[in-house]
């Protein structure tokens, strides 16, 4: 990453199309915040659409799940390599007040609350005075392949397995941050929120906080760079936070304050919102919902097939390499089996080589069909603490997906 002019040449002043592109949006249903009887029922409820491909400013074609503001899913076929580009990186904001435009010369990153000394940071500031830190980390919304729950359909975005990406971040880490400012003894969370404005009386904007400890960890960054590039203004630019292993809500974009808490962070985001059964399944019955739950945290092991797509058909006798990728929240995968049986026996798949703790795995698996008819392949992964995956999960919030994923066709 060059943390120097042409960096900074790279930005501002793109976008301005995009004004245009989304006044389409007002032909599309929009979310109904109004008459809902709880609001975190409104938070999720979107409009859904057909999986359309969209091309959005520094964006290439991806799929629409909604309009205003934009939602857009990663096509499969892009997980075939270790980096999702930017351009196809998938794309979620909760609010329609997110920012088109920021103008770097005032920006500012503002820290303070319990600390000694109150920061406000320049882009500049960020970049220079501090040791830049880098690291693959894979991004997954906490809903990401939501529409494959079987049982009554949770509420939300529709996504399939898109709505995630794996990139190259570099950036300051928060501790640094922290330690610049001087934290005070007493410090209990730390809150992060974006240039996103809520439009709506009544839903604050968007603030989620972490433990302190967790924040202060050394992982967590502050992104200014995204696969050695300014991140793309739908995926945050100029800052979002960084927090590898856990579930993108916690991922603020356009981060633009900071504070450090003496209690416990109480709003509809942490208390409502993201929140999942408090059982080491994820998991609960529609009838019998789990009697406690706790905010969304790290990642579910889980793995998935990139190749062959959906219904792809395979040729009789001829080799074809099953692809796919597994992830966890940062122990590391340790194994990937395939089934080619309906789950009756299964054989490992072979491991591409590690690119980061926090970074997705890659996988192989050459398969040869000898026989004509419908093909059903499933793939599960264990990780190193020895957690796996499960036959059968369902949640309310349809979040945190660890279920043993399947994929079928035709061989002819
Ligand atoms: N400021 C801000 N940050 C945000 C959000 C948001 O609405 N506003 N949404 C979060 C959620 S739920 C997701 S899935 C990720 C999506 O990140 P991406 O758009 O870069 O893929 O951003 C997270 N960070
Ligand atoms: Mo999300």
New binding site residues.
């Given amino acids: 990453m060059n943390g120097n002019e042409d960096f900074w040449k790279l930005n501002r002043r793109r976008l301005l199309g995009l004004a245009s592109t989304v006044s389409l949006a007002s032909l599309l249903p929009r979310p109904s915040f109004a008459g809902n009887s709880s609001a975190s029922a409104a938070l999720d409820e979107m409009p859904h659409s057909d999986r359309r491909l969209v091309r959005l400013p520094e964006k290439t074609s991806l799929i629409q799940l909604a309009d205003r503001?934009p939602q857009l899913e990663t096509p499969l076929h892009y997980f075939r390599q270790d980096l999702t580009p930017n351009e196809a990186?998938?794309?979620?904001?909760?609010?329609s007040g997110?920012p088109t435009h920021v103008d770097t010369r005032t920006f500012r990153l503002r820290l303070d609350g319990q600390v000694a000394k109150p920061q406000s940071f320049t882009l500049q500031d960020l970049v220079n005075d501090f040791e830049p830190a880098t690291m693959v980390a894979m991004?997954?919304?906490?809903?990401n392949a939501r529409s494959l729950f079987t049982g009554p359909t949770p509420a939300g975005l529709q996504w399939q397995f898109g709505?995630m990406?794996n990139a190259q971040w570099t950036g300051v880490r928060l501790k640094d941050l922290l330690d610049r400012a001087g934290v005070k003894a007493g410090a209990v969370e730390v809150a992060f929120?974006?240039?996103?404005e809520s439009p709506m009386p009544g839903l604050p904007k968007?603030v989620k906080s972490l433990k302190f400890d967790h924040a202060n960890a050394g992982d967590v960054m502050v992104a200014y760079a995204m696969n050695g590039t300014a991140?793309p203004m739908?995926?945050?630019f100029p800052l979002?936070?960084v927090v590898p292993g856990w579930?993108?809500?916690?991922?603020?974009?356009?981060?633009a304050h900071i504070e450090v808490l003496d209690k416990r962070l109480s709003n509809i985001w942490m208390d409502e919102a993201?929140r999942i059964p408090d059982n080491t399944e994820i998991s609960e019955e529609p009838g019998k919902l789990a009697p406690r739950t706790v905010p969304i945290n790290r990642f579910a092991t889980h793995s998935l097939f990139v190749r062959p797509e959906p219904e792809e058909a395979l040729l009789v006798n001829h080799p074809y390499m099953l692809e796919g990728l597994a992830n966890d929240g940062g122990d590391g995968i340790a194994r990937v089996e395939v089934s080619l049986d309906g789950g009756r026996t299964w054989t490992d798949a072979k491991l591409d080589p590690e690119i980061g703790r926090y970074s997705w795995r890659r996988w192989r698996f050459v398969w040869t069909p000898t026989q004509k008819g419908r093909y059903t392949l499933k793939v599960r992964a264990t990780n190193r603490a020895g957690e796996g995956q499960l036959t059968s999960q369902w949640n309310r919030g349809g979040l945190a997906r660890r279920v043993i994923e399947q994929t079928t066709g035709m061989v002819i």
Avoid: E
């Fill in positions: 503001p990186f998938f794309v979620r904001w909760h609010l997110y991004n997954q919304c906490s809903g709505g990406g929120s974006g240039l996103d968007i991140l739908l995926n945050g979002r936070l579930y993108a809500t916690y991922w603020i974009k356009s981060l993201y």
